[in-house]
């Protein structure tokens, strides 16, 4: 398509353009790539003014550019077309979804698929071969259940939500509409509910609930658990990455983001808008505060006020975890300085 009809599929997203100026030049786009990989009728983005150099070296055929005028005038000297917009790297989101969007099969319930007479299932759903759904389960219009999915007795999926080949839904399993659960993950399994005895460990059966609300996206191979009473719960919009472990009755809030291989023992709480970088822990029943923020691999043992990022193992405020890590490097020479300075006191005492 030409690059006038994707400006109008973006609407009033992008505040000005160079079409503006020269209506002529409207090559035809079609696909998007990364900046550095662009062919000829390719559509990529730049988010700022560190990535200058490849406007002059790109193939791309069009871009998407920050409100930056240097920016733009290097696009116009490389005779690319260019669209400008406050956050190019949304922008270049919505330009992929114009030319890809995911597999979504035509409703139909494949013959091998077996489904509990007493399960209820919604209009237009798919459910793929070898799916297995259980006494009791309710599915919502418009969901799709990919090949060997299991959902366990009494598990509710909304409307329009899709759960990827082989994932499992535990029984009292909550989830809303328009989730996204990603293939290996396993929604609701029991808890890590064991009390210790003289005679070894009880087993303390997991009866609570786990709980996705609307639009929450999970995944591949993330667990998470269902507690022993109350709730799981995460809430909506929430986005969390593969290999994630959220522990029994943690509570996280809305829009939060959680990388992967990050770790929430039981009952931690987040608050609306939590970002956790990859590898970060959680000791049980820690809290975030809403916009708090975890960089990679910290250690979190106690409470995070709203709005702090922290660093490190324990974790501690970023700003002091920095300094902390240029001294860290300073540590042979400084400790070879402190040797000198104990010899020195001997020798002046002897």
């Not at 006038?4 to 786009?29: K, Y």
């Not at 079609?30 to 900046?35: F, L």
């Not at 709980?211 to 929430?238: F, K, Q």
Request: aromatic letters at 6%; glycine letters at 10%.
């Amino acid at each position: 398509m030409k690059f006038s009809e994707i400006l109008r599929q973006f609407g009033d997203t992008a505040t000005n353009h160079s079409l503006t100026s020269n209506p002529d030049h409207d090559p035809e786009i079609t696909g998007v790539a990364a900046i550095d990989e662009a062919t000829n009728g390719t559509i990529s983005y730049v988010e700022g003014a560190k990535f200058a150099s490849f406007i002059g070296q790109t193939n791309a055929s069009a871009l998407i550019l920050p409100q930056d005028e240097k920016l733009q005038v290097l696009a116009h000297q490389s005779g690319i077309v260019w669209i400008a917009t406050s956050d190019p790297r949304l922008l270049f989101a919505k330009a992929i979804a114009v030319f890809y969007q995911p597999y979504r099969p035509i409703p139909e319930i494949h013959p091998t698929a077996v489904i509990h007479p007493t399960a209820k299932v919604g209009s237009d759903v798919y459910i793929g071969p070898h799916a297995v759904i259980q006494q009791g389960v309710e599915i919502g219009d418009r969901a799709i259940i990919h090949p060997n999915v299991v959902i366990y007795p009494d598990a509710k999926i909304g409307d329009r939500t899709t759960l990827h080949a082989n994932c499992t839904i535990h029984e009292r399993t909550r989830i809303g509409a328009d989730c996204v659960i990603h293939s290996g993950a396993v929604i609701g399994a029991e808890g890590f509910g064991f009390v210790p005895t003289r005679t070894g460990w009880f087993k303390m059966q997991q009866s609570g609930y786990t709980v996705l609300e609307d639009s929450v996206e999970i995944g591949c191979n993330t667990a998470i658990d269902r507690p022993a009473v109350g709730e799981t719960r995460i809430g909506r919009s929430t986005v969390i990455d593969n290999l994630v472990q959220v522990g029994h009755g943690c509570q996280i809030g809305a829009g939060c983001a959680i990388a992967g291989q990050a770790g929430m023992a039981g009952a931690v709480k987040l608050g609306n808008r939590v970002i956790l970088a990859g590898q970060v822990g959680i000791a049980n029943q820690a809290e975030m505060g809403d916009g708090a923020i975890a960089s990679a691999q910290t250690g979190i043992l106690h409470d995070v006020a709203p709005g702090e990022i922290v660093s490190g193992t324990p974790a501690i405020p970023h700003k002091l975890y920095l300094k902390v890590c240029a001294v860290y490097g300073r540590l042979p020479d400084m400790y070879q300085s402190l040797k000198q300075l104990q010899r020195k006191f001997k020798n002046s005492n002897d």
